[in-house]
C-alpha cells in the first residue's frame, strides 16, 4: 500500500485558504506541469500551421521574428510566473484579475480569455488533418480525401477524442503530454540536424535572405504572425496549480521553461528549414511551409515520418489547449460566474475530473466548424483575443503593483523590477495585439491572412465563409468574433450576473499581512 505524502496535505490546507476545497486530483509534477505548457506552445504545430505567412511576407528573415516574439512572451512570463506564485489557483487571467482588480473588469477578462483558450481548441483541432491527412496519403491510404468536408470530420473527431480523454483525469492526459513532448522535442531537432547536415542547399546566411519586396515595418509586423501565433499559452502551467505539487514554487518554474524551451527548439527547427530550401524564389512565391520544403530535398519515408511527428505533435497540443480551456471554465463556474455554474463546476467524485466543462468547452469549440474556412482563419481571432487577454491580465497586475502589491513574499518573486517587467510586458503585449487587430488590405496585401473579412476567408480565390447577413461579411474577422464575443458577454452580464450576490474578494495572504498590521 503506498504512503501517504504529507505535501499534499499541505497543499490542499494551502488551496482552502482561498476559500476552494481539493476536488481535482493533485498529481502533477514539474516536468509534467512543463509539459503540458509546452505542448500548449507547439512550437511544431504553430510553424506548421503559419510558416507560410512568414515565408510570403518576409522569406528567410521571418526567422528574427522568432527570437523578438519569444523575448517579448518570456517578459510577459515573468510577470505571469509571479502571480501564479501568489495564487496557486485554478483560472489564469481570471483568477489574477479576480484579487488584483474589479468584479467587473474581472469577469469581463476571464470571458474573453475563455472564448480565446475555446476558439485556439478549434484553431489546432482543425491543424491536425492537414499533416495527418498527406501523412497517411502518403503510407498508402490513397483513398482519404483532402477535402474541406474530410478535414471537418477529422477535426470534429478529434475534438471528441480529446474531450473524453480529459474526462478521464489529468494524470492520463499528462502521461500522454510527457511522451508527446519528448517525441515533439527530439523529433524537431533530429529533423533539423539532418536538414543542415544533408540537405544544406542555403547556409545558416538565409536568414537575411528576404523577398523581392523587400523588408518594411509593415511586412515585418505581418511575418510575425507564425511566431505570435506559436508563442502563448505558457500560463497553462499555472491554471494546472490546483493539480500541481508545491505549485507556488513549481508552477512559475514550469512557466518560464515552457517558453525557454518552445524557442531553443522552435529557433533550431525553422533555421534547419530555411537552410534546405532548395529554391529560395520558389518557396518564397508559393509559401511553402516545412512539410512541402522537406518533402522537396527528401521524398517518401523522410516526409511522411515528418508528418507523422507532427500529426501526433499536434494531437498532444490539442489535448493541453482542452485542458487549461477546461480548468479556466471550471475556475469560472465555481465563482459563480457562468451560465450554468452549477453543473460546470461540478467535479466527478471518481475521475476528478469537471466532467460538463469537458463537455461544454467541446461543444462551443465545435461552432466555428458550421462555418468552416481553414485553421489559419479560427487561428485570427484565437490570436487576437490571447493577446488581449494577456494585456488586460498585465495591466491589472500593474495596477495592482502601483498600489503597493505584492505586499507579502512569494518563492518566484521580482523584486524591484517587478514594475519596469510589468510595464514592459504591456507595452509588448499592447503592440502586439494592435498589429493583430489592424484590418487587412490597410497597410499589406498579406494583412489578408492576419484579420481578412469573411469575404477575403479564402485569400482571393472565392468566399467560403458566409454570415448571410450583408454588412457581417464587410468586418474583419477577430473585430466580428471579439465584438460578438462582447456583446453576447455584456448582454448576459448585465442581465444576469451582475445580479447575483458578490462579496469583494481579499486574496488569504493580504488578509494575513493586514491583521498583522
Not at 499541505?10 to 476536488?23: C, M, T, V, W
Not at 485569400?459 to 467560403?464: A, I, K, S
Request: with cysteine; aromatic share 12%; proline share 5%.
Amino acid at each position: 500500500m503506498a504512503s501517504h505524502d504529507p505535501s499534499l496535505d499541505r497543499d490542499a490546507a494551502d488551496l482552502a485558504k482561498f476559500g476552494y476545497k481539493q476536488e481535482l486530483k493533485r498529481s502533477l509534477g514539474l516536468f509534467s506541469s512543463f509539459a503540458v505548457a509546452f505542448s500548449y506552445i507547439s512550437p511544431s504545430t504553430g510553424i506548421f500551421t503559419l510558416f507560410f505567412l512568414g515565408m510570403l511576407a518576409l522569406g528567410g528573415v521571418l526567422f528574427w521574428t522568432w527570437p523578438i516574439v519569444a523575448l517579448g512572451q518570456f517578459i510577459v512570463a515573468l510577470n505571469f510566473a509571479e502571480l501564479s506564485s501568489h495564487y496557486p489557483v485554478a483560472g489564469s487571467v481570471f483568477t489574477w484579475t479576480k484579487y488584483l482588480s474589479g468584479r467587473t473588469y474581472s469577469w469581463f477578462s476571464g470571458w474573453i480569455y475563455l472564448f480565446a483558450g475555446i476558439l485556439t481548441v478549434s484553431a489546432v483541432v482543425a491543424t491536425l488533418p492537414l499533416a495527418l491527412v498527406p501523412a497517411l496519403q502518403g503510407l498508402g491510404w490513397h483513398g482519404l480525401s483532402g477535402s474541406v468536408n474530410s478535414m471537418r470530420i477529422i477535426a470534429l473527431i478529434t475534438l471528441v477524442v480529446i474531450t473524453v480523454l480529459n474526462i478521464y483525469g489529468v494524470k492520463l492526459v499528462a502521461i500522454i503530454n510527457n511522451t508527446g513532448v519528448l517525441f515533439e522535442i527530439l523529433g524537431m531537432v533530429v529533423f533539423a540536424a539532418v536538414l543542415m547536415i544533408a540537405h544544406n542547399h542555403q547556409g545558416a546566411g538565409v536568414v537575411t535572405h528576404a523577398t523581392s519586396a523587400g523588408v518594411s515595418p509593415s511586412l515585418f509586423l505581418v511575418g510575425m504572425g507564425m511566431s505570435l501565433f506559436v508563442i502563448y499559452g505558457f500560463d497553462t502551467a499555472s491554471t494546472l496549480a490546483e493539480e500541481t505539487r508545491n505549485p507556488r514554487r513549481e508552477a512559475p518554474r514550469a512557466v518560464l521553461m515552457s517558453v525557454g524551451g518552445a524557442f531553443v527548439i522552435g529557433a533550431i527547427f525553422l533555421l534547419g528549414v530555411l537552410m534546405a530550401i532548395p529554391d529560395f524564389g520558389a518557396a518564397v512565391k508559393g509559401g511553402f511551409g516545412p512539410a512541402a520544403i522537406i518533402d522537396s530535398v527528401a521524398h517518401g519515408w523522410f516526409s511522411d515520418v515528418y508528418l507523422l511527428i507532427v500529426s501526433a505533435a499536434i494531437f498532444v497540443c490539442c489535448l493541453s489547449i482542452m485542458t487549461s480551456t477546461v480548468r479556466l471554465a471550471f475556475g469560472m463556474a465555481r465563482d459563480n460566474q457562468l451560465p450554468l455554474s452549477r453543473t460546470l463546476s461540478r467535479v466527478s467524485p471518481t475521475l476528478h475530473t469537471p466532467i460538463w466543462a469537458c463537455v461544454a468547452v467541446a461543444v462551443v469549440a465545435a461552432i466555428p466548424f458550421l462555418q468552416f474556412a481553414g485553421a489559419s482563419t479560427i487561428a485570427i481571432a484565437a490570436t487576437g483575443m490571447i493577446y488581449l487577454s494577456y494585456f488586460l491580465g498585465n495591466t491589472a497586475s500593474l495596477r495592482a503593483r502601483l498600489r503597493g502589491w505584492p505586499k507579502v513574499t512569494a518563492p518566484f518573486k521580482l523584486g524591484a523590477w517587478g514594475k519596469p517587467v510589468n510595464a514592459l510586458a504591456l507595452l509588448y503585449g499592447g503592440a502586439m495585439f494592435l498589429n493583430l487587430f489592424w484590418p487587412a488590405g490597410s497597410s499589406s496585401s498579406l494583412r489578408i491572412f492576419t484579420n481578412p473579412t469573411a469575404k477575403q476567408t479564402n485569400y482571393g480565390t472565392g468566399q467560403l465563409v458566409n454570415f448571410h447577413v450583408g454588412f457581417l461579411n464587410s468586418i474583419p474577422l477577430l473585430w466580428l468574433v471579439l465584438g460578438a464575443v462582447l456583446v453576447v458577454g455584456a448582454i448576459y452580464y448585465y442581465a444576469v450576473q451582475a445580479k447575483k450576490p458578490w462579496s469583494p474578494v481579499i486574496p488569504p495572504e493580504e488578509e494575513v499581512h493586514a491583521a498583522a498590521v
